[in-house]
């Protein structure tokens, strides 16, 4: 038998490497089979409940940065993780706009199921979480995030170290929720610490405002 359509060998431990390059160059296919020249990801909990204000502002930005994205010479997605709760509501916003709305979902053992909004030809599925990291970042024009747990941290912090060390291109960040965000990490504790430099703080602009957080986004972007 041809090894490929060995599916023993593929499943093996031995496969482990063909099964990384599949997940990477199918990835890569897709999104170049569609055209997609950037996006603008958005991360968050898919605990957030559709009548959290969160959902509804994750809805209105990603609305809002569809419309403007369609007006653009370069094609955008708007690209979540496609689960549930804020995921839900980013590519909810994006479908309404009539944007590309992409996901990059991932095999979990729970509360990962793809959500109605994501466009089927957009759909990525991952095994692998560094590919799915990997993905989420070089694409990448800009990075919104909202409250979340270990995963949402995660992005967050994955991000903020690839900035930090020129490892992706500059892109803004925006943490939604700032009295969120301040409850949860000392930032000022990183710096009188000197675990990172006063400037590292210059990755992250807050918001809490949706109009506010768009026009930053527009005006980034068009720089």
């Not at 041809?2 to 482990?16: L, P, V, W």
Request: glycine content about 8%; proline content about 4%; hydrophobic content about 40%.
């Amino acid at each position: 038998m041809i090894a490929y359509y060995n599916k023993d060998f593929i499943n093996s431990e031995h496969g482990r490497s063909v099964r990384i390059m599949s997940e990477f160059l199918a990835s890569k296919a897709i999104i170049e089979d569609n055209k997609i020249d950037k996006t603008i990801v958005i991360f968050g909990s898919a605990r957030i409940k559709p009548q959290d204000k969160y959902y509804q502002a994750t809805n209105d930005l990603a609305f809002k940065l569809g419309e403007w994205a369609k007006k653009q010479p370069e094609k955008y997605a708007i690209c979540t993780g496609g689960g549930p709760g804020i995921m839900e509501a980013g590519n909810k916003g994006a479908k309404e706009a009539g944007a590309p709305s992409l996901a990059f979902c991932i095999e979990l053992p729970f509360e990962q199921g793809t959500n109605p909004y994501v466009d089927k030809n957009l759909e990525i599925q991952f095994h692998y979480f560094f590919l799915r990291k990997f993905w989420f970042l070089a694409k990448s024009s800009a990075i919104v995030i909202f409250p979340g747990g270990y995963g949402t941290f995660d992005e967050l912090f994955e991000a903020l170290t690839m900035l930090q060390n020129r490892k992706t291109k500059n892109v803004p960040l925006i943490l939604f929720g700032t009295e969120f965000w301040n409850s949860m990490v000392n930032w000022q504790r990183f710096i009188d610490d000197g675990l990172i430099d006063k400037e590292d703080m210059d990755f992250i602009h807050f918001s809490d405002n949706v109009d506010e957080a768009v026009e930053y986004l527009k005006c980034k972007l068009s720089d």
